[in-house]
């Protein structure tokens, strides 16, 4: 079995807004915390394939081109299975949906503008989980 180095921990940024996205991975860096970005769900798909060892939370944004955050998160959730997912959205309707659209349940619902200490937190918080779980 392979055994994972917590070191390589990261958490999937998904989001169509370049600002949001470097200013996430910024902040989660500064903390000390690894990211990993995608420009949209399709760019998602890519990356979590690539790392799918590696990342253990994805935060995603429900209005994207190309691919909507909710088809994301069915396709995603199809590689990362049972990956918490928290859902970033500007639109209060987007997130409230969220379960009914998806059929699946985000971690926690993030209503754009977020506090980036509050996100960092939780993704800390998820990334402390997973690490216990690894170690029981």
Known sequence: TQT??????AALIVDDDE???S??????????????TAVNGVDALEKLSQNVEEIKVIILDLAMPEMTG?????RLSKIGDDLPVIVASGFAAD????????????YAIFQKPYQLEEMIEKV????DDSQLALSS
């Not at 910024?26 to 690894?34: C, I, Q, V, Y």
């Not at 909710?70 to 069915?74: G, Q």
């Not at 800390?124 to 990334?127: F, V």
């Open 4 to 9: 994972e180095n917590p070191d390589l921990s």
């Open 19 to 21: 600002w949001t996205l």
């Open 23 to 36: 200013t996430l991975a910024k902040a989660m860096d500064s903390a000390g915390l690894r990211a990993i």
């Open 70 to 74: 909710f088809e994301a998160f069915r």
């Open 95 to 106: 997130a409230d949906h969220f379960t009914e659209v998806t059929g699946g349940d985000a």
């Open 124 to 127: 800390r918080e998820i990334m």
